[in-house]
């Protein structure tokens, strides 16, 4: 055995705890996970049914844990997982899976599938079968502050751009505000306007607002690839820098995997509870539309739909601020039958979108099948959500099939539509 298998081998027996032991014995094989998964429903191929994503992980369960499974493996009935075979699972654990959680939604017997994955990340991580671009992306999260590899003075000269185009400032490191706003590497890079429309809503609505210096980057790389020491430390920076500056609220951006990390992992990866409340974009969006902040002067006339990012929606428990949102400032939007918690995912989360492979995009591209069937079934050509991962993702589907296909975010939306 090499000593990568043997790290990862170890790492999967470590990880194995009394959740994971309980779902194996309870799960009854019934492969209804298999059509809440859309890499499955849209392929087709067994292989991508989501308990069969953790398959490797189920055999040293079974072989180090069960009593039957010693004795099978102690005569030869049972095969140990190898090298080869953990190298062949990282397409089904990374490239096959967003972790959207649809799966351990239908599951008749309550197991969390997604969980499991995570867990069956870990060893995959440790043995060195963590996709090149995840593992980039986490290196660089650690080493410089982001997984594009940001720096801060890249990100201040995005931050003064914005505050010529806004004329709002946006204070740095200053502590006692009401709120610390986190972004992500990719609206940075690719949305800047998703910082220019809150700033201009932070800014209507009275709220004291700061950005650190050194806690900027939302996004965790290591809950993608599986390290829940990278994951820490990550999330380490922005618990620090937000207690550092008394901050009375941690804004997450339009992100889901980052607002999972800080809003839900981040508590148990410190190991304490925060001395500040977390809270989405979307949630104070809505706050402020109760309020009657966010009057607006005329509606989008498009016909639209929503698509609710799993992170935010499903996993995160955004469900009912979104759609009022859109509702409030969208003339003609389309409900679709699959949203909230029961919408469809993007197809690029949980890291996906990191990975650049032949065979990664292109699954990637033949899992969006099921939003093309969204928009064909609702009529529309415009696609409102509100994470940047989710955008990127679509955008680069809808570029593959050649749609006329507009992606808007529901923050930038709100903002061009404010009264004066």
Known sequence: MSASLEKGIHALKEVIDAPIASYFESCVHCGICADACLFYTETKEPKYTPIN?????????????????????????SKPVTDAELDAWQHLAYDACTLCDRCSLVCPVGNDITYMIRKFREGLAVSGHAPDGIRSATKRTVEVGGPMGLKWPAVANVLRKVEEKTGVPIPVDRAGVDYM????????????????????????????????????????????????????????????????LKVRNVLSPECGHAYMAIRWEGPNLMGRPYAFDVVHVIELLDALRQK???????????????????????????????????????????????????????????????????????????????????????????????????RITMEEAVDHYGMNTRLLGLTELMAEHLED
């Open 53 to 77: 994503k953790v398959e490797p992980m189920r055999r040293v369960y079974e072989q180090e844990y069960t009593l039957l499974g010693r004795l099978k493996k102690l005569v030869g009935l």
């Open 292 to 390: 009657g902040v966010l009057r607006i002067k005329d509606k989008f006339k498009d016909r639209c739909i929503l698509h609710d990012p799993c992170q935010v929606v499903r996993r995160g428990g955004v469900l009912n601020a979104p759609e009022p949102l859109v509702e409030h400032v969208a003339e003609n939007y389309i409900p679709i039958v699959d949203k909230q918690k029961w919408n469809w995912c993007c197809g690029g989360g949980g890291g996906a979108s990191a990975i650049h492979t032949p065979d990664a995009e292109a699954l990637r591209a033949r899992a969006f099948g099921v939003k093309k069937r969204q928009l064909e079934d609702a009529g529309v050509d415009t696609i409102v959500t509100f994470c940047a991962n989710c």
């Open 181 to 244: 706003i986190l972004l992500s590497s990719m609206e940075v890079v690719n949305y800047p306007e998703y910082i220019e429309a809150l700033v201009k809503i932070m800014h209507r609505a009275g709220l004291s607002f700061t950005i650190a210096s050194d806690a900027y980057e939302a996004t965790n790389a290591g809950i993608q690839i599986g390290n829940s020491d990278l994951a820490e430390v990550i999330v380490a920076r922005i618990v620090l820098a937000a207690e550092r």
